[in-house]
Nanobody
Framework: QVQLVESGGGLVQPGGSLRLSCAAS????????MGWYRQAPGKQRELVAT???????NYAGSVKGRFTISRDNAKDMVYLQMNSLKPEDTAVYYC????????WGKGTLVTVSS
């Protein structure tokens, strides 16, 4: 069992940046993959970015080149650096941990608006 707590969301203007953080209640070293997903109003949850225990990353096409996922196993943290934000990035962002079982945080809201 692990609890994931996201932070760093908020209101930002188009073109701005935010850094999301995900704090795990125990070591993330054993998780095969950590990731960020998002769900916009009226839409299904979608993958944003994932990072494996070996550091391999994967991004949704819509965020590639703008977002960067990273993990700090020593601190049990996962981050999502979001640059050049667009209104269509507005969503609740969820942290995910996957190995034999899958865990989700409760999400943090990101609103991109002028």
């Amino acid at each position: 069992q692990v609890q994931l707590v996201e932070s760093g969301g908020g209101l930002v203007q188009p073109g701005g940046s935010l850094r999301l953080s995900c704090a795990a209640s125990r070591s993330i070293f054993g998780f095969t993959r950590m990731g960020w997903y998002r769900q916009a109003p009226g839409k299904q949850r979608e993958l944003v970015a994932t990072i494996t225990s070996g550091g391999l990353t994967n991004y949704a096409g819509s965020v590639k080149g703008r977002f960067t996922i990273s993990r700090d196993n020593a601190k049990d943290m996962v981050y999502l650096q979001m640059n050049s934000l667009k209104p269509e990035d507005t969503a609740v962002y969820y942290c995910n941990a996957w190995s034999v079982m899958e865990y989700w945080g409760k999400g943090t809201l990101v609103t991109v608006s002028s």
